[in-house]
């Protein structure tokens, strides 16, 4: 469908909405610009036209386009100057009060089959197609910032939005350049409700102190192939930003556990340690750099003891070539010796319980993290139990270093980093999925787009296994007892019959 919007509105002149209209220029559209701050919708313009000239710098566009897409723009001093737009986007202060005065406002000035489009969020879109005498041409419009970077566009409908005017905001998207995904009037929408799983899953792993906010970050990322590790994710946006929005969405959601925010976060949120912009979060930044730890040497071992493989260790058959490949003397008896490292790869159990179940030795045993093969990651971890002596954890790392793979070592209070993270990534995703708040399809693109991940969280499910995942999960919540691990029901059943998680049932 065409979306017929010739002249386009944008209330509010920040960095998302001077992103919004230089983009619905670009989309060829009039764009009239409008702020309640005298002087800042022309700012906003003399920004923009400084951006498309820097374009032409680059090669971009020539000076006849930069020119062509400057007479597009308009600043305004009222909100009556906005009279004849086929649509107006709001990209004001997140309040609902606010908002929904605007749209009141501006439905008086504006044609009644005028579309009115928020940027909001978080707020409810029925709520404010409750403000305006039309809602049914009312509906969310989600961006991301930099709006010009981020390619995907959350498009919105209210309970009483009409369809077609979703399909017009869905075009005009595809116009900008962009990608359009709808979500049903949920918390988070799409975007912002997948990502609680990593931040506060990273969170919680803190919490219990199984490895601190560098040595998480160095895990995910070389393991799972994220760009950023999630406190270095959280110190860029910026915890002022990013606790309120898992406070909303815990509370909108009626404190449902799994998206329970950490009073880590909270502290630092209170005390002004929000990240970059503050010059201190969970990293100290210097000139804009984070000042990390160097990693922990590789222990220096006279002599490697003999290697016994747990017979049910995830990926067994993997495990037992990397240890003849790494050289070491491995044992093949029904136990092991008296004098051997005990290896275990458990998937949701901890070190400790998978000693005790099985009656190995404590001392001696040490776990190995195996959801991902280990030729797909650029570091291997280990973890102890409180009982593993500190020569068999300096055997194991000394001897999954021989290679020169980096070896992170945690502590056993409650599973693997990559395993909970991931884990959580996926159930969450599947629960989405099962509330039909989008389609699997629209998720997979709104999370690799929206946040940047390596796979969409369904294909990470399919990558490493539907089942593994599963069993974590199960083991997680039968250990812990936390209703956070609770299986989402569209993965346990597609992961019960080998099917897709992206498989949507006809």
Known sequence: MEHNFLTVAVIGTGAMGRGIAQMAAQAGCQVRLFDQQAGAADAARQYIQGQWERLRDKGKLDSAQVEGLSGKLQGVDALEGLAGCDIAIEAIVERLDAKRQLFATLETLLAPDAVLASNTSSLSITALGAGVQRPERLAGLHFFNPVPLMKVVEVIPGLRTNPQVCQRLAALVRAMGHTPVQAHD??????NHAGRAYNTEALRIVSEGIADFATIDRILRDQVGFRLGPFELMDLTGLDVSHPVMESI??????????????????????????????????????????????????????????????????RAELLQLLKDLGARIETGASPSPQALTLVAPLGFDVTTVAVVDRHDPARTVGIDLLVEDAATRRRVLATNPATRL????????????????????????????????????????????????????????????????????????????????????????????????????LRRRAAIGLSLKHEEA
């Open 186 to 191: 949920t918390p988070g929408f799409i975007v």
């Open 250 to 315: 815990y509370h909108q959601y009626y404190e449902e556990p799994r998206y329970r925010p950490s009073a880590i976060a909270a502290q630092r949120v209170a005390g002004g340690i929000v990240g970059r912009k503050t010059g201190t979060g969970f990293y100290r930044y210097t000139n804009n750099q984070a000042e990390v730890s160097p990693e922990p040497a590789t222990p220096r071992v006279a002599e490697i003891p003999p290697v016994w493989v747990s017979p049910r260790a995830a990926r």
């Open 391 to 490: 020569d068999m954890r300096d055997a194991a790392h000394a001897l999954f270093a021989r290679d020169g793979k980096p070896v992170s070592v945690i502590r056993d209070s409650g599973g693997f980093v990559t395993q909970r993270v991931v884990a959580s990534i996926v159930n969450l995703a599947s629960d989405i999925c099962q509330q039909g708040i989008c389609t699997p399809a629209d998720l997979e693109t709104a999370v690799t787009l929206g946040l940047g991940y390596p796979l969409g969280p369904l294909a990470m499910g399919d990558r490493w296994g539907g089942a593994s995942i599963l069993e974590v999960l199960f083991n997680m919540q039968t250990v812990y007892g936390d209703p956070r691990y609770r299986p989402s029901p569209w």
